[in-house]
């Protein structure tokens, strides 16, 4: 099993695991394809952060919550905490009356869970590993992430709902084609020219 701090980026490789993702996603009737693709690929959410060292898969919170990932970001002010909840790929976005649809309130509601439980359990996370904990001493933000549905059914109604939230509850809600735009970016910038120690990573298969 893979280490949370494994997140060695595969330059000339970016492209091939951007292919696999957008399959991955092409087919997918839920998000567990998504979710083991992203475990085992751990730099594809450590790397959309400027600083982001450890991807933690399934992170259980007491006996209560289970995130499905947790990454972890330094900075000067401290270490930043990313809770991240997926969702069905297929899953619609706003109702017919321009509501969130189910998929997106079930994600909000988990994220929030997962904060207040972190708000109320401050020093949980500091535990070492070995207690179930994340082994740092203080985190200075938590953000709150979910990836649902395709950009394909995104509507002026749902850009309007996913902002208001964004800026009353700071949860940020993210269709999947967010992470294949920006393995593509990566692609372009790196796979053309390998390099550093990271040049001859196998290719992820």
Do not use: C
Not at 8 to 35: M, S, V, W
Not at 58 to 71: C, I, K, L, P, T
Not at 79 to 92: G, I, M, N, R, Y
Not at 121 to 134: F, H, K, Q, T, V
């Amino acid at each position: 099993m893979s280490s949370p701090y494994e997140i060695r980026i595969p330059y000339g490789e970016i492209g091939a695991a951007a292919d696999h993702f957008e399959h991955i996603l092409d087919i997918a009737k839920d998000e567990r394809p998504i979710q083991a693709f992203l475990k085992d690929n751990r730099w594809v959410l450590a790397n959309m952060h400027p600083h982001g060292y450890a991807v933690f898969s399934e992170f259980q919170f007491g006996s209560s919550y289970r995130a499905d990932f947790v990454v972890l970001e330094g900075s000067s002010a401290g270490t930043f905490v990313e809770l991240v909840e997926l969702e069905s790929p297929t899953a619609q976005l706003t109702t017919k009356d321009g509501q969130f649809a189910k998929s997106v309130r079930k994600g909000i509601a988990q994220v929030r869970d997962w904060e207040g439980w972190l708000d109320r359990n401050p020093r949980a996370i500091g535990d070492s590993r070995e207690r179930g904990g994340l082994d740092i001493e203080k985190f200075s933000l938590i953000m709150k992430t979910i990836y649902v549905g395709r950009r394909a059914n995104i509507s002026e109604k749902f850009n309007e709902l996913r902002n208001r939230d964004f800026e009353s509850l700071g949860v940020s809600i993210r269709t999947y084609d967010r992470i294949l735009s920006y393995l593509r970016r990566m692609a372009e910038a790196h796979d053309r020219q390998p390099r550093g120690p990271y040049s001859n990573v196998k290719p992820i298969t």
